[in-house]
């Protein structure tokens, strides 16, 4: 290729690469609808049409890697694919996906952001995964914490590990929406920037923290929508507790002290949901989310 044509060539591809990063920012800020970028992906040559599913699909606010992963095989896409260069069908499936998403969350219906609180043991974390695992939807913060990682825990997808110093320089730079000290041994901080991208994309947001975290957001956030898990009897969440065998004797004793406390306060919430069986709590709280 002659040295000019090549100049040519060259300038127009970083500007195509300019056209399809600025494409993505406003997806991601909202400013531009999925539905419309579908639509101008039909026509070849334009930012859309070159933009990656990948792209396409992570701009979506409750969409991460593990998700993206799911999704594009339950749409038979290929994570190679363009938008562009899509199949009738895969167009369609995909089409399909992004109504459904912006249907289920209509704006300005309700509060931005659920938190669910509850005594130790009662399943909180059960309960947010069995969501996480049913409800793509439903967005969950990660929180940020000291406590070193159990085994099969993923960064980023469980919690963000950092250390005393990382905790103290996201608290400096105020990073965390709520931060608190649980069980006496461990930092746990919701980091704030997450929450807010969902509230402005008005997307379903479920903060699993505990009690004091629970009282910080309401705080901060009086919109938040407070929702206390319980257990169907006291008797019942020493059997989880003692159940879960992760704790010894005196720590489970400390724990049960705390939670009498915590139970006393379920009527600070907005919400109160009782954790009989997973399926059915986890389907309560998604109802109610979704107003
Ligand atoms: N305040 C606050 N509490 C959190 C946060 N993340 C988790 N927690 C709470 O920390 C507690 C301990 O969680 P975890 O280390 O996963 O242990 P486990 O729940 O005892 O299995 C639970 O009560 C969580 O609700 C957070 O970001 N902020
Ligand atoms: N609805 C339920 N019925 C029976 N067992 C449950 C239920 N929900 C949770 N569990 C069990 O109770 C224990 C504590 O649950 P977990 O989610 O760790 O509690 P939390 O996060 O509130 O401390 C776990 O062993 C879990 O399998």
Do not use: C
Request: net charge negative; no cysteine; proline share 7%.
């Amino acid at each position: 290729m002659p040295e000019v044509d090549r100049v040519a060539a060259n300038r127009a591809a970083i500007a195509a690469r300019r056209a399809r990063a600025d494409l993505k920012q406003r997806l991601r800020s909202g400013e531009v609808s999925p539905l419309r970028v579908l639509e101008q992906s039909l026509v070849p040559g334009t930012p859309a049409a070159t933009l990656r599913i990948t792209d396409f699909l992570l701009s979506f606010p409750a969409i991460g890697a593990t998700k993206l992963v799911r999704l594009l095989e339950t749409l038979d896409i290929s994570d190679k694919k363009r938008l562009g260069g899509l199949g009738k069908l895969q167009r369609e499936r995909l089409e399909g996906f992004v109504r459904d998403r912006l249907g289920a969350v209509p704006q300005g219906e309700r509060p931005p952001l659920t938190v669910l609180a509850g005594p130790t043991a009662v399943g909180k974390g059960t309960v947010a995964a069995y969501i996480r695992d049913h409800y793509p939807e439903v967005r969950l913060s990660v929180s940020a914490t000291t406590r070193p990682p159990r085994p099969g825990e993923v960064e980023g997808q469980h919690y963000f590990f950092v250390d005393d110093e990382g905790f103290d320089r996201m608290l400096a730079a105020d990073e965390l929406l709520e931060w608190a000290t649980v069980h006496n041994k461990y930092r746990y901080g919701t980091p704030r920037g997450p929450v807010l991208a969902a509230g402005e994309a008005n997307e379903l947001m479920l903060l699993e923290i505990d009690l004091q975290g629970a009282r910080q957001v309401r705080a901060s956030m009086p919109e938040a929508r407070l929702v206390f898990l319980a257990p169907p009897s006291w008797d019942e969440l020493v059997n989880r507790l003692v159940g879960r065998g992760t704790e010894d004797e005196e720590e489970r004793t400390r724990r049960l002290e705390t939670a009498k406390v915590e139970l006393a306060s379920a009527e600070e919430f907005d919400e109160i949901i009782v954790n009989d069986e997973v399926p059915r709590a986890a389907l309560r709280l998604v109802e109610l989310m979704r107003g």
